[in-house]
């Protein structure tokens, strides 16, 4: 829906810059961020899972109690993303964030979330549902199946793509305005199956 969109990008464009860095060997330059509104901590910078989090975060942070909880940026945007959640998806959610990709080369390496044993596509396991609120015909995403074949597309605006986290995947940003993601983790079951076959 554009009016959704639209809603939740006229909502981002007044907060200011508050993405966090990603704390991820695959960022190269920096250039990829996020903003969680559910995550494993309340805090919105917070934007990982406790396994993939930054050392020096995790000292400077030892009072936060990791669990899937809503983040204050959630009320923000209740309205919109309730409504993606229950007409457009339909699942139990586990983290909820926005992710940007900066403009002019930024860039999220080649990488595979294999180590990750909570993704997959049977009940219990993770998919991972990416919405374009904002892009360019410049930003390209590879993906490579089993066999090593490579796939090259773009996501336009508005649409929803399952992303198989499992495989090897990398984003580029050759654009000259930064991509903005909504990124929705959920847990696997046969009407989530459905959509995606």
Known sequence: DPDIVKRIMDKIDNLGDIFANHYSNYNKGKSWSAISLQGYSSDITMIEKPAEMNKKWIAEHKDVEYHIQKTEMYETFKGEIDEILEKYI?????????MRLEKNQGELVRHTDQTDPSWGTVDGK?????????????????????????????MNRGECWFLDTRRPHTAVNNGDDIRIHLVVDVFANDKIRRLVT
């Open 90 to 98: 339909g699942a139990e959610t586990q983290r909820i964030r926005f």
């Open 126 to 154: 993770m998919m991972r549902f990416h919405i374009p609120l904002q892009t360019n015909d410049k930003v390209v995403f590879n993906s490579w199946n089993n066999e090593g074949k490579q796939d090259t597309f773009s």
